[in-house]
């Protein structure tokens, strides 16, 4: 038995994702998540993490003068843990490009639409708005582009016709909560890995689409 993939876990609000990843664990889990961090005192995610017996750590992005010196404090927090994988679950800071090649290759996003579509912030409405048949979430390995690095799984659900945001929010909320423990668990068996050319599943090369999942 391999030892288990040390995981730290960045957050900025409820935690729901993390909440996900939590669930997922059993004493057979090659995952052990280390600590999680919040760019916010007041997350819920942190209460999550504490019930759970993990490390909580809170960095506040306004008391650094700029993205770079809050990038370093963030990256001395988490080096202490030696994690082998970085999770971003609803942190929502950009990250400047000097942390992304800090942790190239082992730094996971979860983005709420179909990559490379809706990048950025308010996804749902922007496939409501535009008539979107289908819908859904990305997780993605992080580098300098925002949004933009190679994915390793979807989940892709249809929309429903007159389908209200909430609803759709909802249903993509659920699909998160389960490609992220995926995802992550691809990634402390040794499965999923970034390579050169892409994301690379039991080293096949994933479609630019990742992994697809019809939920």
């Known amino acids: 038995m391999h030892a288990p ?3 730290v876990v960045l957050i900025s609000g409820s935690g729901s994702n993390l909440q996900a990843l939590i669930d997922s ?12 961090v919040s760019n916010r005192a007041d997350a819920f995610g942190l209460q999550r993490a504490q019930a759970a ?17 809050f990038d370093a404090a963030l990256i001395e927090i988490i080096d202490t843990y030696q994690p082998q994988l970085v999770v971003l ?12 090649r800090h942790y190239q290759g082992r730094l996971l996003n979860i983005h709420p639409s179909l990559l490379p579509k809706y990048k950025g912030l308010d996804t749902h409405r922007r496939a409501l708005d535009a008539g979107d048949q289908e819908h859904g979430c990305s997780v993605h390995f992080v580098t300098e582009e925002l949004d933009g690095g190679p994915v390793a799984i979807q989940a892709c659900l249809r929309i429903e016709p007159n389908e209200s945001i909430d609803k759709l929010t909802d249903r993509v909320h ?29 080293d096949t090369l994933l479609p630019a689409s990742g992994h697809l999942l019809r939920i």
């Open 5 to 7: 993939c040390n995981v």
């Open 53 to 69: 017996g993990i490390d909580t750590h809170v960095v506040q992005h306004k008391g650094f003068a700029d993205r770079e010196a």
């Open 89 to 100: 679950a609803g942190f929502m800071r950009i990250l400047s490009a000097g942390f992304a």
């Open 174 to 202: 659920a699909a998160e909560h389960i490609i992220y423990p995926l995802a992550v668990r691809w990634f402390a068996e040794g499965r999923l890995r970034l390579a050169d050319q892409g994301a690379m599943l039991d």
């Open 25 to 36: 664990l059993d004493e057979n889990s090659p995952v052990r998540i280390r600590a999680v």
